[in-house]
């Protein structure tokens, strides 16, 4: 689910923003796309897109507007990417990856999409920003959904 970054000391549930009833939203160390996030499954045996329960299904639809919604206060992407993949965390997650056109700047720093107009890069692509720029994207999501 999430991309290695050699730099940061943060651990996964650092990385956490909130919980929903069924989902936990967590920010992707990886900030290729600044506000990337992932809405991770809270049930243990979750492992298909398709084998969503219909209550997780809702949940993903109601969590996911609010992120998305909070997501474009911050940081005002042009488009939305989400990826439900699995290659490499085999639990049920989607990838929520805000898209920009040109620059946006939070924390003092200047972030560019690397890949505007063509899909989103994973791994090949991270981007390593420091513990303290994770936490102020954290904090900032945090605020605006709870």
Same mark, same amino acid.
Request: charged share 30%; net charge positive.
């Given at each position: 689910?999430?991309?290695?970054?050699?730099?940061?000391?943060?651990?996964?549930?650092?990385?956490?923003?909130?919980?929903?009833?069924?989902?936990?939203?967590?920010?992707?160390?990886?900030?290729?796309?600044?506000?990337?996030?992932?809405?991770?499954?809270?049930?243990?045996?979750?492992?298909?897109?398709? %084998?969503?329960?219909? @209550?997780? #299904?809702?949940?993903?639809?109601?969590?996911?507007?609010?992120? /998305?919604? $909070? *997501?474009?206060?911050?940081?005002?992407?042009?488009?939305?990417?989400?990826?439900?993949?699995?290659?490499?965390?085999?639990?049920?997650?989607?990838?929520?990856?805000?898209?920009?056109?040109?620059?946006?700047?939070?924390?003092?720093?200047?972030?560019?999409?690397?890949?505007?107009?063509?899909?989103? %890069?994973?791994?090949? @692509?991270? #981007?390593?920003?420091?513990?303290?720029?994770?936490?102020?994207? /954290?904090? $900032? *999501?945090?605020?605006?959904?709870?």
């Amino acid at each position: 689910m999430m991309t290695d970054t050699a730099a940061s000391t943060l651990t996964q549930e650092d990385l956490r923003i909130r919980d929903f009833q069924h989902w936990s939203l967590y920010l992707n160390p990886d900030q290729s796309y600044l506000g990337r996030v992932c809405l991770v499954a809270r049930r243990k045996d979750a492992l298909d897109f398709l %084998e969503m329960t219909r @209550a997780e #299904r809702r949940g993903f639809f109601r969590a996911g507007r609010k992120v /998305r919604r $909070a *997501l474009a206060d911050l940081f005002q992407p042009d488009l939305f990417n989400y990826a439900s993949l699995g290659n490499v965390y085999r639990h049920l997650h989607v990838h929520i990856v805000p898209r920009y056109r040109g620059a946006r700047v939070f924390h003092q720093e200047e972030f560019c999409d690397p890949r505007w107009g063509q899909p989103y %890069e994973g791994r090949e @692509a991270a #981007r390593t920003v420091g513990d303290e720029t994770l936490l102020a994207i /954290r904090e $900032a *999501l945090r605020a605006i959904l709870e």
